[in-house]
């Protein structure tokens, strides 16, 4: 019994953010398969984080679902002390994985972009990455990998798109610059760049707008816009021990777009 307990006390545990709904819930999915267990957040939706709960444990694997608001940096040291607690009751103290997913959108072009606008941008892409990370450290294990959730966006200049993208290239810089002040704690950082994906981000533009679907597949070298089955089982394969060199990058997953 005590060797089923160390071992089950042996399995990687991530942390997402916005594991309920899009990328964030394939991440915990693929990492499921994995035989990866999380912890991840949700915004409001309750109901919907409960059905990654299900469906993590139809793939044999305990998920744990813990409400967070990314963008109020003032609820961090709580949320830390829930992730103390809920790494004792998964028999751990620290943690493998962070990916840092959760996001929000904003299509408007420079000239109409509102101070508000911006802010919440600021507040929820940008700052509530760094200080989550930030709170979170101590807590992750030496050797551990973080993914931040990058887009196709900080690279592919699209008009309407510019404040977005620019605290999206944010995150690149940030990436780089955990990578090299992590480093000694033998902690890889990398950015996922996902292209246009099939999800109800941005209002389900991409997915329901037959002839902005048509165009990003034109503007695709594989001829097709991207599904959340193409971004979750990547980063899953990132954190992976496959993977444990590599450091620092942005990698774009975007099947070849605007090349």
Do not use: C
Not at 17 to 44: D, P
Not at 227 to 248: C, H, K
């Amino acid at each position: 019994m005590s060797d089923s307990i160390t071992a089950f006390s042996d399995t990687p545990i991530a942390i997402v953010t916005g594991g309920s709904r899009g990328l964030g819930r394939n991440t915990v999915l693929s990492l499921a398969r994995r035989g990866v267990r999380s912890i991840f957040t949700y915004n409001a939706n309750r109901a919907e984080a409960e059905k990654v709960v299900a469906l993590a444990a139809e793939a044999g694997t305990k998920a744990v679902a813990l409400q967070l608001e990314v963008g109020e940096v003032s609820t961090f040291d709580a949320f830390a002390d829930q992730v103390r607690g809920t790494l004792g009751d998964l028999g751990a103290e620290r943690f493998d994985y962070l990916v840092n997913n959760a996001g929000v959108s904003h299509h408007n072009s420079i000239e109409k972009t509102t101070e508000e606008e911006m802010d919440t941008l600021y507040r929820v892409n940008f700052k509530g990455v760094f200080f989550l990370t930030q709170k979170l450290l101590p807590l992750i294990k030496d050797g551990g990998r973080i993914v931040n959730l990058s887009s196709g966006l900080s690279r592919i200049v699209v008009p309407g798109s510019a404040p977005y993208g620019s605290l999206k290239a944010a995150i690149d810089v940030l990436t780089r610059y955990q990578a090299k002040e992590l480093g000694g704690r033998r902690i890889a950082v990398n950015a996922v760049a996902p292209g246009a994906i099939q999800t109800d981000f941005s209002g389900g533009m991409v997915r329901d707008n037959p002839e902005l679907n048509r165009q990003v597949a034109e503007m695709t070298a594989l001829g097709r816009a991207g599904e959340p089955d193409d971004i979750g089982p990547m980063i899953a394969a990132l954190l992976s021990d496959d993977n444990r060199w590599v450091n620092a990058q942005r990698i774009e997953v975007s099947g070849g777009m605007a090349i």
